[in-house]
């Protein structure tokens, strides 16, 4: 199994421009989040999902969209990046009956 | 949701030495405290976790202690070797299974 898969690992973005960053499992976990973790500040939640179709807002939303179509996938984007969204994101995903979470490997993302 | 507390920012311990690093919260209603190890470049993973009817819970070189009363919990890792340098997360569980961190600390293990 691969587990969670993010796409890209790095980008860098011009102020202004617009991604969509990936995220897939292979688990049939049926919770997923988005975080992102900025040097000192540990990771902060984003948007979370509790299944297909239930998306909801977590600490940090601003400036980010989320949408959950099926199990497997939960696409972060950003509509017009600005340079306080550079940071380190990481998607996650665990059973609802589970609270180990298991993470991808990150998405580097520089805006300039 | 309400902050972890986490401490020291950054260790750095002999080879074989003891690493201690302690977490407060708030929310009384919290009752499950996961750790989190992050290699450099890869994501966190899950490494013990402790819920709040029990004052500790050992694996191997990884203990985990909580102390209810005074809402905090501790990592103990004994006979540090360099491949426990890392950074160490602490945290807290809200509903939804939602993981509110600790800012981290850098262990570092000099041989």
């Known amino acids: 199994n691969a587990g969670v898969t993010q796409t890209p690992k790095f980008r860098i973005l011009k102020i202004g421009q617009s991604m969509t960053l990936q995220c897939t499992q292979d688990?049939?976990?049926?919770?997923m989040y988005w975080y992102r973790q900025d040097p000192g500040m540990g990771l902060k939640l984003i948007y979370y999902?509790?299944?297909?179709?239930?998306?909801d807002k977590g600490e940090v939303p601003n400036g980010y969209n989320v949408s959950r179509s099926t199990t497997e996938d939960f696409p972060l984007r950003l509509e017009l990046a600005a340079p306080s969204q550079t940071s380190v994101y990481f998607c996650?995903?665990?059973?609802?009956?589970?609270?180990?979470?298991?993470f991808g490997q990150g998405t580097r993302l520089t805006v300039v | 949701g309400e902050n972890v507390e986490q401490h020291p920012s950054t260790l750095s311990v002999q080879e074989g030495d003891s690493a201690v690093i302690k977490c407060t919260y708030s929310?009384?209603?919290?009752?499950?405290f996961p750790w989190y190890k992050q290699e450099l470049g890869k994501g966190p993973q899950l490494i013990i976790d402790?819920?709040?009817?029990?004052g500790e819970k050992k694996d191997q070189r990884i203990a985990v202690t909580l102390n209810k009363t005074a809402k905090h919990f501790s990592l103990h890792i004994t006979e540090t070797q360099p491949e426990d340098s890392a950074v160490y997360f602490c945290?807290?569980?809200?509903?939804?299974?939602?993981?509110?961190f600790g800012a981290g600390t850098i262990l570092r293990v000099k041989s």
């Open positions: 996650a995903s665990t059973f609802s009956g589970n609270t180990e979470a298991f």
């Open positions: 688990m049939n976990h049926n919770y």
């Open positions: 999902s509790v299944g297909a179709g239930i998306t």
């Open positions: 929310d009384s209603a919290s009752n499950y």
């Open positions: 402790i819920r709040s009817n029990v």
């Open positions: 945290a807290r569980i809200e509903c939804g299974n939602k993981l509110v």
